[in-house]
T-cell receptor, first 115, second 109 residues
Framework: DTAVSQTPKYLVTQMGNDKSIKCEQN?????MYWYKQDSKKFLKIMFS???????INETVPNRFSPKSPDKAHLNLHINSLELGDSAVYFC??????????????FGAGTRLSVL | QKEVEQNSGPLSVPEGAIASLNCTYS??????FFWYRQYSGKSPELIMF????GDKEDGRFTAQLNKASQYVSLLIRDSQPSDSATYLC?????????FGKGTRLHILP
């Protein structure tokens, strides 16, 4: 019944490795997002996809590559992990409408620790 | 550079009192305004949203929006220990939502 689910919940890995985080939403929403929340709890948008198309791509290293096979899934692949990538990554989804109203529903987060 | 500013706190409020959380934003073209609550180790969850100037009430929560002053606030009446959390203000411009850095609220029993 989980509306936005992401896996894994915890990810511990060595520097230089490549890892992926998966996200799925069963709300029928058109838009999905990836956010990064650092140790100071600042929540910053990384990517946004609408109907499988990239609409927001913030200043994020190109080691981060989102992939959306369909509008219910938005996965995040990270190459050559660095210490500074350690953070909590949240997936979210929303259903936009013409009035620009956009309530976001968040997954439980993936805590990434790069050693 | 669009910005959303919040006082990081912690804001300490006695149980039963009114907690007042404030947020300012930089762009007059902002369309929608949201308050999210985030407990430690958990994901953000929506508390209130507001689109028009004025007040919007939902239970113990009231959101206030003043577009002329570019200011949005959240009032929590009859504060409870369970209200202790970080409160994130979020503002929508076009396709983008910008979050503030959050205010930590601590309700004193």
């Amino acid at each position: 019944d989980t509306a936005v689910s992401q896996t894994p919940k915890y990810l511990v890995t060595q520097m230089g490795n490549d890892k992926s985080i998966k996200c799925e939403q069963n709300l029928g929403h058109d838009t999905m997002y990836w956010y990064k929340q650092d140790s100071k709890k600042f929540l910053k948008i990384m990517f946004s996809y609408n109907n499988k198309e990239l609409i927001i791509n913030e200043t994020v290293p190109n080691r981060f590559s989102p992939k959306s096979p369909d509008k219910a899934h938005l996965n995040l692949h990270i190459n050559s992990l660095e210490l500074g990538d350690s953070a909590v990554y949240f997936c979210a989804s929303s259903q936009d409408n013409l009035l620009g109203r956009n309530i976001q529903y968040f997954g439980a987060g993936t805590r990434l620790s790069v050693l | 550079q669009k910005e959303v500013e919040q006082n990081s706190g912690p804001l300490s409020v006695p149980e039963g009192a009114i907690a007042s959380l404030n947020c300012t934003y930089s762009d007059r073209g902002s369309q929608s305004f949201f308050w999210y609550r985030q407990y430690s180790g958990k994901s953000p969850e929506l508390i209130m949203f507001i689109y028009s100037n004025g007040d919007k009430e939902d239970g113990r929560f009231t959101a206030q929006l003043n577009k002329a002053s570019q200011y949005v606030s959240l009032l929590i009446r009859d504060s409870q220990p369970s209200d202790s959390a970080t409160y994130l203000c979020a503002v929508k411009w076009s396709d983008k939502i910008i979050f503030g850095k959050g205010t930590r609220l601590h309700i004193l029993p």
